[in-house]
């Protein structure tokens, strides 16, 4: 918006050439003198369904996968090398939640300790199935206030993820689809 103190108009742009995955914006003020802006909101609207669909690449570019492609409830959800498969297959519908096989990425018992288990469950719209991604590469459970963490120091096929709290730490930093 732009205006004098009390007299506001909304500005906008399309943007073009836009980047796939998370990047950084520079917002670039030029002209006049004194106190130019103040800027009080920001915001990005974007147009289309706001489905994404595609691979959640963590540490050592691993995939976030479904254990053995299982999409039983309870299914541990972990680290494995990528192969396109189905159980990589991630969709970021837009409501808050992270979907594979047609079921949700679930905090086991709607937990918030460190450690409790990542796994694959029947979407019922509870808080343990909100993800929040972050600008530092993080993905947070709003509810729980907790990451979701890769487990341990090593991170090979078969890595199970948890919750865990946040770091930044190459075992919390996704890129989504």
């Known amino acids: 918006m732009t205006g004098g103190w009390e007299t506001y108009q909304e500005v906008g742009t399309a943007l073009s050439n ?3 995955g998370t990047t950084t914006l520079h917002l670039v003020f030029k002209g ?13 609207t974007t147009s289309g369904s706001g489905s994404r669909t ?7 570019s691993k995939c976030l996968d479904v254990a053995d492609g299982a999409s039983a409830d309870g299914t541990q959800v972990q680290l494995w090398t990528c192969n396109g498969s189905g159980a990589q297959k991630w969709t970021l519908p837009g409501d808050g939640t992270l979907r594979a096989l047609g079921k949700c990425l679930d905090i086991s018992g709607g937990g918030t300790a460190d450690g409790t288990k990542i796994q694959l469950w029947t979407c019922n719209g509870t808080t343990a199935q909100q993800w929040a ?3 530092d590469g993080t993905v947070r ?5 907790k990451c979701l963490d890769a ?3 090593t ?7 948890h919750l865990w709290t946040c770091h930044t730490g190459a075992n919390q930093k996704w890129t989504l689809p």
């Open 18 to 20: 836009r980047p796939a």
């Open 32 to 44: 006049g003198s004194g106190s130019l802006f103040d800027v009080d909101d920001f915001r990005f």
């Open 54 to 60: 595609g691979e959640v690449k963590g540490v050592n």
């Open 133 to 135: 991604p972050q600008a």
């Open 141 to 145: 459970n709003p509810q729980a206030g």
């Open 151 to 153: 487990e341990g120091s």
């Open 155 to 161: 991170w090979n096929d078969g890595t199970r993820t």
